[in-house]
C-alpha cells in the first residue's frame, strides 16, 4: 500500500528557487567580471610603425619653410608715354643689356609735338642770331654818333679858346667870344651824355640777348622732352640681367595693343645674384632674427646663406622670411625655382630630446606609446615636451635617455592603453 509524502510540491518549488536563485547571482558575478577586463590589446605591425630612442646630448633647433629663389635686384619696365606696342623684339629668358630695346611703342601725337617743338626753337635761335646783329648794328650807328658829337666838342672847344684870346687882344667883340664858349659847353654836355649812352649799352644789349636766351632754352627743354619721349618710345631694358615674365597679377602685354604711361611692360632681374624667400609658420618665425645661419636645399645642391630681413606681416598663417646666399650658386639655380630652406636658431647642449612625433607641438603634454623593453608590447604615458627643432623635440618630463617611443600617428588607438606589436 503507498503511502502518500507530505510537503512534495512545497520542497520542489523551494528547490527551484534556491537554484534560480544561484544561477542569477553567477550571471551577475561573470557579468560584472567581464565588464571588469581591458579590451584586448591590438595588434600592430612594427614595421609600419616609426619607433625612435630618446637620447641625452646637444641638439640643433632649427626651423624648417618651403619657399622660392628670386632675384636679389629686380625692376620693372615701364611705359613713360601712352603709345601702341608696335614690335616685341625679345622674349622672356633672353639675357638683355642695359640699351637692349626690349619694345617698340608708336605714337603719332607725340612724334609731331616733337617735330614742332624742333621747329620752335630753331625759329627762336634764328632770332637770337637777327636781335645780336641789330644790336651790333644799333652800337655802331652809336659809335658814330659820339664820335661825330666829340669832333664837334673839339673843335667849339678849339674855336672858344680861339676867340677868348683874340677878345683879350680886342681884335674880337666880347660877345662873339661868350657865344663860342656857351656852344663849346653844350657840346661837352652832349659828349658825356653820349659817353654815358655807350657806357650803359652794353648792359641794355646783356639784358635783351638774356631775354631771348631764356625763350631758346625754354624751348630747347620742352624739344629736349619730347624728344626724350619719342626715344622712350623704344623701351630698353634698363640695366644688365634677364627678361622675365611679369609678375602675377599683372599681364603681359601684346602687339597692337595700347598702353598708357606707367603700365608695366616688363621685369629685369639678374639671374646671378639670387636670395632665397621661405614661408615660415607664423608659430616657429618667433626666435628668428635677421643674421641667423641657414641653408637652402635646391635639389642640386646645398648653399649656406644667412637671415637678411624679416617680413612683418602675416599671410596665410606664415611669414616671408628673407636669406642671403653666401655660397655659389649650384647649376640649375634660377628664379622661381623651389627650395627648402633651414635656419638655425641655436644649439641646446646636454637636454633629453626624441625625434619629433606627427603629433609634436613645443611646450605641449601629449600621451605617447613607449615600447617595453622586450619589445613586445608599447604602453601609453604622458610625455612633456619643451623647445623643437625641425627633427627633434626636447623632452621635459614623462621619458628618459633610452625609452624607446612610436612617433608614428597612433590617434586609431586613442581608446587602447597598450598596443602588441608584431
Do not use: C
Not at 87 to 106: E, H
Amino acid at each position: 500500500m503507498d503511502v502518500p509524502r507530505k510537503d512534495v510540491r512545497r520542497r520542489k518549488i523551494l528547490r527551484w528557487t534556491v537554484f534560480g536563485v544561484v544561477a542569477a547571482a553567477a550571471i551577475s558575478g561573470i557579468w560584472y567580471g567581464v565588464s571588469r577586463l581591458k579590451p584586448a590589446a591590438p595588434e600592430v605591425e612594427m614595421s609600419a610603425l616609426w619607433p625612435d630612442t630618446v637620447k641625452r646630448g646637444s641638439m640643433l633647433r632649427e626651423v624648417h619653410g618651403l619657399g622660392t629663389l628670386v632675384p636679389e635686384e629686380t625692376m620693372l619696365i615701364p611705359a613713360t608715354t601712352d603709345g601702341r606696342v608696335e614690335q616685341i623684339p625679345i622674349k622672356p629668358g633672353t639675357p638683355v643689356k642695359a640699351d637692349s630695346i626690349v619694345m617698340v611703342l608708336a605714337n603719332p601725337d607725340l612724334e609731331t609735338a616733337a617735330l614742332d617743338a624742333q621747329f620752335a626753337l630753331k625759329a627762336a635761335e634764328a632770332d637770337t642770331d637777327n636781335l645780336k646783329v641789330t644790336l651790333e648794328k644799333a652800337l655802331l650807328d652809336m659809335k658814330s654818333t659820339a664820335a661825330q658829337v666829340t669832333a664837334d666838342y673839339s673843335t667849339a672847344r678849339l674855336q672858344a679858346d680861339r676867340d677868348v684870346a683874340l677878345a683879350k687882344e680886342s681884335l674880337l667883340p666880347a660877345v662873339d667870344a661868350r657865344i663860342s664858349e656857351v656852344k663849346a659847353e653844350q657840346l661837352a654836355k652832349r659828349n658825356a651824355i653820349e659817353e654815358q649812352r655807350l657806357a650803359i649799352n652794353g648792359a641794355a644789349e646783356e639784358a635783351q640777348l638774356a631775354a631771348q636766351r631764356v625763350k631758346v632754352e625754354q624751348l630747347r627743354a620742352d624739344y629736349n622732352l619730347k624728344k626724350s619721349q619719342v626715344e622712350q618710345l623704344r623701351v630698353r631694358a634698363g640695366f644688365d640681367g634677364m627678361l622675365q615674365q611679369l609678375p602675377s597679377p599683372l599681364t603681359p602685354v601684346e602687339v597692337g595693343q595700347k598702353v598708357t604711361a606707367g603700365t608695366p611692360l616688363g621685369k629685369v632681374a639678374q639671374p646671378s645674384k639670387l636670395k632665397a624667400e621661405l614661408k615660415i609658420a607664423e608659430t616657429q618665425v618667433k626666435d628668428i632674427v635677421i643674421g641667423l645661419a641657414a641653408v637652402v636645399d635646391t635639389r642640386n645642391g646645398l648653399i649656406n646663406g644667412h637671415v637678411s630681413r624679416i617680413d612683418p606681416s602675416i599671410i596665410n598663417g606664415t611669414v616671408t622670411v628673407d636669406v642671403k646666399l653666401d655660397g655659389q650658386l649650384p647649376p640649375g639655380a634660377r628664379p622661381d625655382l623651389s627650395v627648402d630652406g633651414t635656419v638655425q636658431i641655436e644649439k641646446l647642449d646636454n637636454v633629453v630630446y626624441v625625434g619629433k612625433p606627427v603629433f609634436g607641438q613645443e611646450n605641449a603634454t601629449v600621451q605617447i606609446f613607449k615600447i617595453d623593453p622586450d619589445g613586445k608590447y608599447a604602453q601609453k604615458v604622458k610625455a612633456t615636451f619643451g623647445r623643437s627643432s625641425v627633427s627633434y623635440i626636447e623632452i621635459r618630463d614623462g621619458l628618459k635617455p633610452g625609452d624607446r617611443v612610436i612617433l608614428s600617428e597612433m590617434s586609431q588607438y586613442d581608446a587602447y592603453d597598450r598596443i602588441r606589436l608584431n
